[in-house]
């Protein structure tokens, strides 16, 4: 009796290890070789919006971010070949136990690649400091979270500082960081330049809060603040750390995504040479620029336009808003879309030249902008209809880009423009980004709706803002030229906008600007977009299925979409793959300055094989 007993465990056991067995090569089998884990406290759903916002964040930086419980990461199955990083995320893993502290600190000791963000594992499970400073303090390079001779003093807001060329690594434009420096010859971010700062619209200082360090760092500071060390690289035993003290999943959840998405593509980039799934049809980075005409004060400066270069270029993304009045009802100082001829053809025109139609507002610009936070939004909805509406009789198309009148826009007119087929915003929040699926709140914004953040120089972004706060031109066309040259070496999109009347007195930049796109655009290196377009294109972008497997040496991608892959564009590192080659579908292998890349054609499905340097 007792021998089957014995004998019917063995078997269960056997059983269980079959099934475990199965489990590891499906989820080996079915998963990507370049995952970054995000770990996350066990019980917290994949679904909370606190995760869901890095895998959004690692979804549009052409990454696959993964959220995995920390009883799965501790585990003795888990294998490193089954992913290529670790993120330690701020604010959602305060509290992390002493084994997987311990299971952290090995992964990295064995070679591994860590992100570890701002407070993650500065607690206890019974949310206590560990005595002195945190447990990866080592992990780190520098003593933090010493809460035990600090106390309140432990976190410090202040600025964050760094080199333009660190800034420019981490994929912030020029401008978001103030003052900018350029190569006179290049426009690149300079490499010995002293030091820059991360400023903001309108209000210009910006600070982030920070864990006081204590110590000298053993490894490169990236950036740092009153507080310390802000962002560093380290090495630990045989892996590395990214140590970011800024709490990016807090800061894109309340639109202020930038840092979290930079340090993304740094980590993924730099550290770990990811493949990478770019944001751009073609991998050919641009410029977004939005047109703002609020009243019938634009006409004159339009016209005056007629004789520019600017209008030899393009497509741009024209906002109008359409009622007979600007200022408050009766003024009739508006654009008058309905009844004024002059604003009919100004509008076909633009449309002829491939220019996209937006709505800029609530028919009546200054009233809506100045009820539309404290008014009734059922009162106020008529207003978008109005606008929308006008704009659909005279271009007899789907009006769906919208800009908000001074910048306003509550989260209800977001669900409205939704509601109402629009899939592109332009958005003061998350500046100094390319287009994003926002936060707010904490919440995500939409689910097909992109919100296409400005950029601004110090604290102004309009030209006439550029006017007022006493700019000089020289300046003013330096920021130009440094922003197309960074959306053209970082295969991205910036939004940048005016209004009509505040761009005439730059007419001279403008030209020298145009010159510099012109040449840009005609060597296939730089494109105008509009936001409808690339929105389309993101929309799109979506629905591509692609993983990365790595065998004896070599890497392999396969992708696949159920319509075509047509513009999808994969960027590798030249220092770490050899030159890709296309096993299934259409695409074209394109040897650039900054690495290979891989265009896929009209195809549904590709696969492309390349060769890992150093194996």
Known sequence: MKYAKNIKLIAGLLLVALVIGVVIVHMRASSSADRLLLLVPDGMKYSDPRISLWVDAGNEEGLHVVPMHDSEFVRPFLQKT??????????????????????????????????????????????????????????????YALYETLKDKTTQWSKIKGTAKTFDEIGVPPGKYYPFYTDDKTGDAKTTAPDVELRRYMYGDLQYPSLVTSGDYSGQVLLHSDAGVAAGEHKFQSGSVLFVNLPLGYLKGNTDGLPLHGFLEYFAEHTLALPRLLSVPDGVGGITLNWHIDSNAAIKPLQEMETWRILEQGPYSVHITAGPDAMEIGDKRGFNVDHNPISQNVIHQYEKLGFAIGSHGGWIHNYFAFHVDSGDPKDLEKYLAWNKESLERVTDKPVIEYSAPNGNQPPWVTKWLEAH??????????????????????????????????????????????????????????????????????????????????????????????????????????????????????????????????????????????????????????DKFGEPKIVEGRAQVVNAEDGWLVVAGDSKKIEIETRILGQ
């Open 82 to 143: 089954e992913f290529s990083g670790v993120i330690l995320p701020d604010s959602i893993h305060k509290e992390a136990s002493d084994l997987l502290v311990a299971a952290v600190r090995r992964f990295v000791a064995e070679g591994g690649s860590l992100m570890l963000v701002y407070d993650a594992g500065t607690l206890s499970l019974t949310g206590r400091y560990a005595a002195g400073q945190s447990r990866f303090s080592d992990l780190a390079g520098v003593k």
């Open 421 to 574: 087929g629009f899939i592109a915003y332009y958005f003061t929040g998350d500046t100094g980004m390319g287009p994003t699926q926002g936060y707010r709140d904490g919440q995500r914004e939409g689910q097909n709706i992109w919100a296409f953040p400005i950029l601004h120089l110090n604290q102004a972004a309009a030209f006439e803002e550029f006017n007022t706060e006493d700019y000089q031109s020289d300046e003013i066309g330096r920021w130009l030229q440094a922003v197309t040259t960074f959306t053209v070496s970082h295969r991205a999109v910036r939004l940048i906008y005016f209004h009509p009347p505040g761009i005439l007195p730059y007419r001279p930049i403008v030209r020298q600007w145009m010159g510099m796109t012109s040449g840009l655009r005609s060597a296939g290196q730089f494109r105008w977009y509009t936001m409808s377009s690339l929105a389309t294109f993101l929309n799109s972008r979506k629905q591509v299925d692609w993983k990365v497997s790595r065998h004896d040496g070599q890497l392999k991608i396969q992708a696949s979409h159920p319509q075509s892959l047509e513009h999808q564009t994969w960027l590798l590192r030249k």
